[in-house]
């Protein structure tokens, strides 16, 4: 066998080997190039997405800022534009006339042993006469009744008729009081005498009203002549003195 086939062989098994390192070092770079370059890309992408949301989040920051100073430039300007209220005239507060307070009268209650309290009441006053024309003097209409305030001179009790102390309410120790309302007329005699307040109710109102019915005054007098006028007394029944 010539030794020339042998040599040729070898060389072209030799060449094969080599061609196969060359192919498999040329895509191994290939690789290895295409996994540094997705590398690279990979960290331009996280590098540009994080400028980004740095760049959106200082913007939006920014906007906030613009938008709370533009906010507060629209109140500074409105508390300016704002109207100033116009002043109003004072007009002076009408006092409420003073109730006429009740008083004690001189009525002397003797020795009955029940204590008694004369008030007055408020009445609708007179009508004033014209300024225009002098005032004339007015006798008081006979059918008036006026309150004590009215008087120039008060009544003055003459008879006091003891009230009857009711047996009920002896037996059972009960005390209490009557408010009794009623006119004096012009001759100083009680008329249509009427319970307004009881305590306690339904014991004591029928003694003291047949005890007021029968009580005297001195009469009335106003401007000289003598009137009606209105009274309230508080007729108390107490057990100390029976």
Known sequence: MPPCGCESRESGGEGRTVSRLSS???NALKWALAFVMTLLVF?????MNREHSFDTSDRGDAFRVMMSEKAAENIQQEKHELPKEPETERVPTQQPLMQDMPIEADVDAGDTGISI????????????????A???PVSAPSDAVYSLSDLDNRPR?????KPDYPRYAVNNRIEGSVTVSFTLDRNGNVVNPQAVKSDPPNVFESSALAAVRKWKFTPAVKGGETV???????VKFTLEKY
């Open 117 to 132: 309290q004369v008030s007055e009441v408020k009445v609708q006053p007179a009508a004033l006469p014209s300024i225009s």
């Open 228 to 234: 009606n006028v209105r009274m309230i007394v508080i």
């Open 24 to 26: 498999f070092g040329i």
């Open 43 to 47: 960290s331009v992408f996280i590098t």
């Open 134 to 136: 002098p005032a004339q």
């Open 157 to 161: 009790q003459t008879v006091n008729v």
